[in-house]
């Protein structure tokens, strides 16, 4: 497993932006899958965007149009910006990162089960 550090979430209200990134070491390659997720109370997590080995990128159908999520190798950061924030986008957003000796195909359906490295998570609240 690898450590992964999240930040930027924080309370907002309906229809504002937030941008969330997550650090993690120079040792996760391109062709390593990453990904955020989020768990709501109640709720099970789901992987709301990913970033496949092949550069692909793949959302969740709750969150497209409006979530964008990018990789800077340079940086070693994987960031979300999360536009026209709903009240049900309310979770802890998870950073995560797959198994690294593991290539995905293009258009790979990306579950939770897959990533094995996590972050603690930030929490993202909006309010209505």
């Known amino acids: 497993q690898v450590q992964l550090v999240e930040s930027g979430g924080g309370l907002v209200q309906a229809g504002e932006s937030l941008r969330l990134s997550c650090a993690f070491p120079g040792s996760i390659s391109i062709t390593n899958a990453m990904a955020w997720c989020r768990q709501a109370p109640g709720q099970e997590r789901e992987v709301v965007a990913a970033s496949g080995s092949g550069g692909s990128i793949s959302y969740a159908h709750s969150v497209k149009g409006r979530f964008t999520v990018s990789r800077d190798v340079a940086k070693n950061t994987l960031s979300l910006q999360m536009n026209s924030l709903k009240p049900e986008d309310t979770a802890m957003y998870y950073c995560?990162?797959?198994?690294?000796?593991?290539?995905?195909?293009?258009?790979?359906?990306?579950?939770?089960?897959?990533?094995?490295?996590w972050g603690r998570g930030t929490q993202v609240t909006v309010s209505s």
């Open positions: 995560a990162a797959a198994d690294p000796n593991t290539i995905y195909s293009t258009d790979y359906d990306f579950g939770v089960a897959d990533f094995v490295s």
